[in-house]
């Protein structure tokens, strides 16, 4: 994406805090965090993952923001096992 659209993107969402409609999920959550993640850290993940009910959590040992790039069998691994369980 272009700087022009990413400013436009951050200007409209600065204010936004969905954080008191986490409780109110009702469905299947998976809230995953690299270690080294300096743009969501694992403590705020965590936070996340505590406010949602019955939500897994999952901590990617090697990554930072990217797991999926960083530390794909892994990845792939723990999303698969999230989307096909009972």
Known sequence: ???????????????????AELPKFKFPALVITGRYDMNVTP???WNIYKTIPGAKFVVFEKSGHLPAYEEPDKYVQVVDEFLNQP
């Open 43 to 45: 403590v705020t993940a």
């Open 1 to 19: 994406s272009s700087p022009q659209v990413s400013a436009a993107v951050q200007k409209a969402t600065r204010r936004l805090d969905f954080t």
